[in-house]
């Protein structure tokens, strides 16, 4: 079976310090890997997602994750945050051709000035 | 172009009542799929619907819990008899087509608080 762990259920982090949401997931087969970002009282958006080559993936608003498969992670980072990167981040590895995504619990992001 | 448009934002219901929750698709999107997010807890795939046809209702409960996505109008994800742990927030997705892409392609709406008294 397929899980996945967000390790950090909130991260408080000053504007313009770097910033890292841990993902990790179990799977015995390949998957594809998202982040979503749930900003406030809005619906889930396409951050980024890895499908394969590269291991590092580039996302929106100058996120990126990097796939590590032989740690099963698939970390979120952002070198400098915003203020309004304040939300909610969720990991999502699916099954190939899969809409069962499986979310993770969520890292809630409070950037403080 | 609109979003996933989700209605109720707030849904509040005494145990036993019944709880319909709605969503219109994206424009062009004929895919529909319902997941729930349990408190502290992740979204969870309940049911994915096509117009007038469930494809995969794997993840809905086996009791009170039914989806629909008629030739016309909003899907329905419909809550009988609700029970405090229903409480939860529902949120639908779209997606314009089948097969690989359709994972990459999932439009989320804002979801509906359900909250059962």
């Known amino acids: 079976a397929q899980s996945v762990t967000q390790l950090d259920s909130q991260v408080p982090v000053f504007e313009e310090a770097p910033v890292e949401l841990r993902c990790n997931y179990s799977?015995?087969?390949?998957?594809?890997l998202f982040w979503y970002v749930q900003y406030p009282n809005q619906g889930l958006q396409l951050l980024l997602k890895?499908?394969?080559?590269?291991?590092l993936v580039k996302g929106i608003n100058g996120f990126e994750a990097e796939f590590n498969k032989s740690q099963t992670s698939f970390h979120l980072r952002k070198p400098s945050v915003h203020i309004s990167d304040t939300a909610e981040y969720f990991c999502a590895p699916g099954r190939d051709s899969s809409y069962k995504l499986i979310f993770g619990s969520g890292t809630r992001l409070l950037v403080r000035p | 172009n609109a979003g996933v448009m989700q209605n109720p934002r707030h849904l509040v219901r005494r145990r036993g009542q019944e709880a319909r929750l709605r969503c219109s698709p994206m424009k062009g999107h004929s895919h529909v799929y319902w997941y729930r997010q349990l408190p502290e807890e992740g979204l969870k795939f309940m049911v994915y619907l096509q117009k007038e046809n469930i494809i995969d209702e794997s993840g809905m409960p086996k009791e009170r819990f039914s989806a629909e996505f008629p030739k016309e109008g909003p899907s329905i994800l419909r809550i009988q008899q609700v029970v405090r742990g229903d409480s939860a927030a529902y949120f639908c997705?779209?997606?314009?087509?089948?097969?690989?892409?359709?994972?990459?392609?999932?439009?989320f709406g804002s979801g509906t608080q359900l909250s059962v008294l």
């Open positions: 799977s015995s087969v390949s998957v594809y």
């Open positions: 997705a779209s997606s314009p087509e089948r097969g690989r892409a359709r994972t990459e392609k999932l439009f």
């Open positions: 890895y499908l394969s080559g590269s291991t």
